[in-house]
């Protein structure tokens, strides 16, 4: 991250009003009991997330994955997917406090990911946004393998750094940041340090369920998405294996069932063939469990264009 002194003070400025205003309303929300918040902020967001410009896209989606349910059917997943959204910010800001209660957190797999801990080798755990996906990584994480994750940067370096470190339990590997925080231009070596990271025996997690421009085209509920490709590359070429996770919340307060499943990685001679057929299959697992609980997917993500 950048110094102080290597930021413009104008921005500078800037930058600390909205750090301030985020540590205000951070500070705000955990007066609240963790329930409360979550359901205050859920039902905000189901009141204005259909103002919101991404809800056409949500229902775009929606129409391409569930073409037979009705408008009004398609209409209330995403208004359930809202209403999640909104307790999921809620969630984010007292995630040190969800992990700190076993019972908030039904790990179904846990066991055999301790089992194997010291003999697994490098792994990549893909995951998607679904139920609050913040907290997906936390079964390898129980298990003592510590695992790293990849994240968007922030561009406001002073808020990129809170936000980092608030998820240093979940990410005791530490974190690589994609894109670029003002100052910094880590973002730009993310690539090489992930690829080095894995091929080292490192375990890394990240979110794998969005459109890539460069992507691999693969059937997602019936049409053609080009989806992202690097784990199924990554784990090609250093083999490593690919675990593959979700959290689904239980009910209507911040109590998740979380679990990860190992994904075969086939290696044949065709290594193009190979990263096409796994990433197919990741977005194959993450329809299914879309399916299961639509109201919990993230829709208005662009996925199909």
């Not at 002073?158 to 998820?167: A, G, H, N």
């Not at 979700?246 to 990263?275: K, M, S, W, Y």
């Amino acid at each position: 991250m950048a110094e102080p002194s290597q930021i413009p003070l104008p921005r500078k400025i800037r930058y600390l009003a909205e750090y301030a205003v985020l540590r205000g309303l951070i500070g705000f929300v955990r007066l609240f009991p963790i329930d409360l918040a979550g359901t205050l902020s859920g039902k905000a967001w189901r009141w204005l997330g259909p103002y919101n410009k991404r809800h056409k896209r949500a229902m775009m989606n929606l129409e391409i994955a569930f073409p037979e349910k009705t408008k009004d059917e398609r209409e209330a997943i995403a208004r359930d997917m809202w209403e999640n959204l909104g307790r999921v910010m809620a969630e984010t800001m007292n995630i040190d406090r969800i992990i700190q209660q076993p019972d908030r957190l039904h790990v179904t797999n846990g066991h055999v990911i301790e089992r194997y801990r010291e003999k697994m080798g490098p792994v990549l755990i893909v995951t998607m946004h679904m139920g609050n996906w913040e907290i997906g990584m936390w079964p390898v994480t129980l298990a003592g393998v510590r695992p790293a994750g990849v994240y968007r940067l922030v561009k406001n370096p002073y808020v990129d750094r809170y936000l980092r470190s608030q998820r240093q339990a979940l990410y005791p590997g530490g974190l690589f940041g994609r894109g670029r925080a003002d100052g910094t231009q880590e973002g730009q070596k993310t690539a090489r340090l992930i690829m080095d990271y894995v091929r080292q025996g490192g375990r890394l997690g990240f979110i794998s369920d969005l459109y890539d421009r460069q992507g691999v085209e693969v059937p997602f509920f019936g049409y053609p998405a080009k989806s992202m490709p690097i784990a199924a590359m990554i784990a090609r070429r250093v083999g490593a294996r690919i675990w593959i996770g979700r959290c689904v919340r239980i009910g209507n307060r911040a109590v998740f069932d979380v679990n990860v499943n190992e994904l075969h990685v086939p290696r044949t001679r065709n290594q193009a063939e190979d990263i096409r057929n796994i990433t197919a299959a990741i977005q194959r697992c993450f329809e299914g469990w879309i399916r299961e609980h639509p109201e919990q997917f993230m829709w208005s993500n662009r996925r199909w264009f």
